[in-house]
């Protein structure tokens, strides 16, 4: 079990309201929480207080979030779940491209907000992978999962976090049909019932990422699956 009492949640919210509202809970569920009420507050604590994850508003009044989500990314790989204020994949796909690891759309229920920020913080522990030395090779995909790093031929391609875990359990149950109920477990982590179009706009993004080496087939009604590959292999 994760000790969630020692970690730090930045959460980074200009509406007050709503920032005393997530904070009442994480601070429930056991977690240490910051708030920031603007980009550059929030860079600024990101890098002075070292949270363990930040829970990220997009519409900021100064900076951006998708800004200050990219600013962070090229000093710190700290898991950032972001706060949507559409239901739009446009805001969504932004925010996985400059590297959230998750979103959520407002108005969202505070139990989900708990079980995704457990969730990622679980798996983002440095043991969480038993594949941590693994590599897949797929046609012309090659994934190694201790780098986790992934190459088209000889061009390597860059994926957001949950982008790479995605395409991984896909490629490691080959030949299998996952739902999006269980990719979402498997992936995210939680079973909680709700917007499992999480799914659907990582696998859009990893398919518009991989082009025609993506390997990821619709099966309509159920969920996906990865296509043949004959020199398929698995090593670690």
């Known amino acids: 079990m994760v000790d969630t009492v020692r970690q730090r949640i930045l959460v980074v919210e200009d509406e ?10 994480l601070q ?3 977690y240490e929480v910051g708030v920031a009420r603007n980009g550059a507050e929030a860079l600024a604590k990101a890098g002075a207080d070292a949270p363990a994850l930040i829970v990220l508003d997009l519409m900021l009044p100064d900076i951006d979030g998708v800004d200050v989500c990219r600013r962070i990314r ?3 790989d700290v898991p950032i779940l972001m706060l949507t204020a559409r239901d ?16 959520l759309t407002k108005p969202f229920n505070p139990r989900e907000l708990v079980a ?5 913080l679980r798996r983002s522990t440095p043991d969480r992978r038993e594949v941590a030395s693994a590599t897949i090779t797929h046609g012309d995909l090659n994934i190694d999962a201790g780098r986790r790093e992934v190459k088209v031929g000889d061009e390597e391609i860059k994926l957001a976090p949950k982008e790479f875990d995605l395409l991984w359990e896909l490629l490691d149950h080959r030949g ?3 739902t999006r109920d269980q990719l979402l ?10 917007d499992t179009r999480t799914v659907d706009v990582h696998v859009r993004q990893l398919r518009r990422k991989l082009g025609e080496a993506s390997p990821i087939v619709t099966v309509w009604g159920v969920g996906y699956k ?6 398929a292999v698995v090593t670690a």
């Open 226 to 231: 990865v296509s043949p590959a004959k020199d």
């Open 74 to 76: 090229q000093r710190s």
């Open 116 to 120: 995704r920020v457990k969730s990622i």
């Open 176 to 178: 299998l049909v996952l």
């Open 88 to 103: 739009d994949d446009v805001d969504k796909i932004i925010g996985l491209e400059v590297g959230a690891d998750d979103y």
């Open 185 to 194: 477990e498997r992936v995210w982590g939680y079973t909680f019932a709700g």
């Open 16 to 25: 007050a309201n709503i920032a005393s509202f997530v904070a009442m809970y």
């Open 28 to 30: 429930k569920a056991g």
